[in-house]
C-alpha cells in the first residue's frame, strides 16, 4: 500500500509525541484506542498533527543562527561586543537537539518543514520577546560608560589640544590634517584655527590629478580656498611649499606674499607657470623671506634675476635645477655674488655650466663669503673646470660641504687651490659610464686628503681611476688624522684600493659608520660590498687580515 507524501511524515512524528496522536484520533474518528494506520488514511487527522508539528518546528528553523557577539552603534563607529559563550544560551527560545535527526529527510519532507516556518511564526511570539528583552539588557552594561565617555574631546583644555595637534603637524604637515580635525566640533575647531599650529604649510594636487585639465569651477574653488586659508589661517605663516600645480601657481604666490609678512622659506617644486609678476610681488611684500626653492619647476628666469638683484641680500639658499631657460643664471653669476651676499647654500643640480656662461666671473671681487654649502652634481656629462670652479669659490672660505658628483673635469690640484680649510663632506664620485670609460687615470689624490684629513666626515671618490699607489698615499693621511674621530663616511666603489690600503685607514678610524666597498677590482670577492656599522666593519678586519 503507497502513502501519500504525507503518510509517513505523521506516523514518524506521532511516534516521538504521543499526546498529539491521542488528541487527534479522538476527534477525527471516535475509537476506543490509537490505530496509526487508520489514523494515516484521516485527511483531518493529518491536517492537525501537522499544524502542531509546524507549531513545535517553527521556533527553531525560523530564528537565526546563535551568534556570540553584539553590534551596537555609536556616533561615528561600530561597536563590537564578544563573550566566549553564547548569550543566548538558556534562554525561552532555544530549540531541542532532537530535531537534528530529521535534517536527512527526503525532499518532500523538507517542503514541509519549509511551510512549518511561517505558520509557526506567527504563534509564538514568547521567544522572540524575550530575545528582544536580552538584546536591550546586555548592551546597555557596555554602551552605558560609552555614552558617558564619548564627550571627552569636549572636555579636553584647548590649550593641551593645541599641543597634541602640533605634534601631528610636525610629523604629517597641516594640511589636511587641520582641516578635518577642524571639523570635529566647536573646540577641535578653535584649537585647529590657531596660527601657531600654521608656520609651516604644504599644498599638493589636492583638488585634481596631476596632468589633467581642470574645469572653470575647479579653478575658482582653487582659488577661493587660498584665498580663505590666507586671510583666516596664514597670518603667522613661515614655510609654504607647492608641489604638483600645474595652474594657478603665480596666483597662490601672489595671495600669500601679500597675506604673510613672516615668510621665511618659499618652495616651488614640480610646477610650472611661475611668472616673473610673481618674483615682483616677492619683492615688494616678503621682506623677510631667506630661502627659495625652485627644483624640478619651470619659471621665468627673467623674473628670478631681477628679484635676485634688487633683492637677493636676505637671501641664504637658492635652490633650482637644470631647465631649458635656467642655465642662463650663471651667465649673471657675478650679478648673484654682488647682490646675495648672505647666500649659505646654493645648489644646482644637473645644471652644465659652459665656459661662456662664466666669462663674466672673474669681475666680481666678493664671491660668496658665507656660503656653506655648494652642489653643482650631474648625472650627465659636466664642462665645469678648476678655473669655473675657482670664479664661484675664490671668496668661499666657510664651504662646508661640496657636491661635485659628475664634474670630471675637476682635478685634486684644483680642490687643493680653494680657500676653504673645514671643508666636512666632500662628494666626487662619477656616477655615469660614458665619462668614466672615456677618463684617464688621475693623480694627487693625497693633496685633497692632506689639506682636509682633520676636518673630512663624509669622503666620496667612487668610480675615481686613481692609481692604486695614490690611494694608498691618500688613505695614509686619512689614518695619520684618525685621532680626531671625524670620518664617519667614506665610499670608495669602483676604485682600485688595494687590502693594505683600506687596513690602514679602518683600523684607526673608530667613528667610521659606512662603508662601500662594491667593484672593487682589487680586493677579494668575499669584501666588495657595503658595510653599516661598527660591528659590520670589525668583521671586515678579520677578513683582511
Given amino acids: 500500500m503507497e502513502y501519500p507524501e504525507g503518510g509517513p511524515l505523521i506516523q514518524s512524528e506521532e511516534r516521538e509525541d504521543s499526546a498529539p496522536s491521542a488528541s487527534t484520533v479522538s476527534h477525527g474518528g471516535g475509537g476506543e484506542g490509537p490505530r496509526p494506520r487508520r489514523q494515516t488514511g484521516k485527511r483531518p487527522a493529518g491536517k492537525s498533527v501537522k499544524t502542531k508539528a509546524k507549531k513545535y518546528k517553527r521556533s527553531r528553523v525560523s530564528r537565526s543562527p546563535q551568534v556570540n557577539y553584539t553590534v551596537q552603534q555609536g556616533e561615528d563607529m561600530l561597536l563590537v561586543i564578544s563573550s566566549s559563550t553564547s548569550q543566548y544560551d538558556g534562554s525561552a527560545w532555544t530549540p531541542p537537539r532532537k530535531g537534528a535527526k530529521k535534517r536527512k529527510l527526503t525532499k518532500g519532507k523538507l517542503k514541509t518543514t519549509q511551510v ?19 538584546e536591550k539588557e546586555e548592551p546597555s552594561l557596555f554602551v552605558g560608560q560609552i555614552s558617558a565617555d564619548h564627550r571627552w574631546g569636549e572636555n579636553v583644555p584647548e590649550e593641551v589640544l593645541i599641543k597634541i595637534f ?9 594640511v589636511p590634517f587641520l582641516c578635518r580635525v577642524g571639523r570635529v566640533c566647536r573646540l577641535w575647531h578653535s584649537a585647529a584655527s590657531s596660527p601657531v599650529l600654521w608656520h609651516k604649510v604644504t599644498l599638493g594636487h589636492c583638488w585634481i590629478a596631476p596632468g589633467r585639465s581642470q574645469l572653470p569651477k575647479t579653478e575658482q574653488k582653487v582659488k577661493d580656498t587660498i584665498n580663505w586659508l590666507a586671510q583666516n589661517r596664514f597670518s603667522l605663516l613661515r614655510d609654504f611649499s607647492l608641489y604638483h600645480w600645474k595652474k594657478n601657481v603665480s596666483y597662490a604666490v601672489d595671495v600669500v ?5 613672516h615668510l621665511r622659506s618659499l618652495t616651488i617644486s614640480n610646477c610650472t607657470g611661475l611668472s616673473a609678476s610673481a618674483f615682483n610681488i616677492l619683492g615688494l611684500h616678503s621682506r623677510s623671506l631667506q630661502s627659495i626653492n625652485l627644483q624640478y619647476s619651470e619659471f621665468q628666469a627673467e623674473g628670478i634675476l631681477e628679484y635676485l638683484e634688487n633683492h637677493g641680500n636676505q637671501i641664504e639658499q637658492f635652490l633650482f635645477t637644470h631647465g631649458l631657460k635656467n642655465d642662463r643664471l650663471l651667465s649673471a653669476i657675478t650679478a648673484l655674488q654682488m647682490a646675495c651676499p648672505k647666500l649659505k647654500t646654493f645648489r644646482m643640480l644637473n645644471v652644465r655650466p659652459l665656459h661662456k656662461t662664466m666669462r663674466t666671473a672673474a669681475d666680481s671681487t666678493l664671491g660668496f663669503p658665507l656660503l656653506e654649502e655648494l652642489c653643482i652634481a650631474t648625472t650627465s656629462f659636466s664642462y665645469m673646470t678648476d678655473k669655473d670652479l675657482w670664479d664661484i669659490l675664490f671668496g668661499s672660505t666657510k664651504l662646508r660641504v661640496l657636491d661635485l658628483r659628475g664634474c670630471s673635469r675637476i682635478t685634486p690640484s684644483g680642490l687643493a687651490a680653494l680657500p676653504c680649510q ?16 672615456l677618463s684617464t687615470p688621475k693623480a694627487g689624490l693625497h693633496m685633497v686628503t692632506q689639506k ?19 690611494l694608498e698615499k691618500a688613505m695614509c693621511h686619512l689614518a695619520q688624522a684618525a685621532e680626531t674621530d671625524t670620518l664617519r663616511s667614506l665610499n670608495l666603489s669602483g676604485t682600485r684600493i688595494t687590502p693594505p690600503a683600506l687596513r690602514s685607514v679602518v683600523c684607526k678610524s673608530t667613528t667610521l659608520r659606512y662603508l662601500n666597498l662594491s667593484s672593487c677590482r682589487y680586493l677579494p670577492r668575499g669584501v666588495k660590498r657595503i658595510y653599516r656599522g661598527q660591528e659590520d666593519i670589525r668583521q671586515l678586519l678579520d677578513k683582511l687580515d
Avoid at 671643508?423 to 670609460?437: D, I, N, R
Wanted: aromatic share 10%; with cysteine; net charge neutral.
Fill in 257 to 261: 606674499a601679500q597675506s604673510c609678512p
Fill in 422 to 437: 673645514e671643508l666636512e663632506c666632500l662628494f666626487w664620485g662619477q656616477y655615469f659610464s660614458s665619462s668614466v670609460a
Fill in 116 to 134: 512549518k516556518k511561517k505558520k509557526t511564526a506567527r504563534t509564538k511570539s514568547k521567544p522572540e520577546n524575550k530575545l528582544c528583552d536580552k
Fill in 452 to 470: 682636509w684629513c682633520q676636518t673630512l666626515q663624509e669622503f666620496d671618490i667612487a668610480n675615481q681611476l686613481f692609481t692604486s699607489e695614490d
Fill in 166 to 174: 602640533q605634534m601631528v603637524v610636525i610629523h604629517d604637515g597641516a
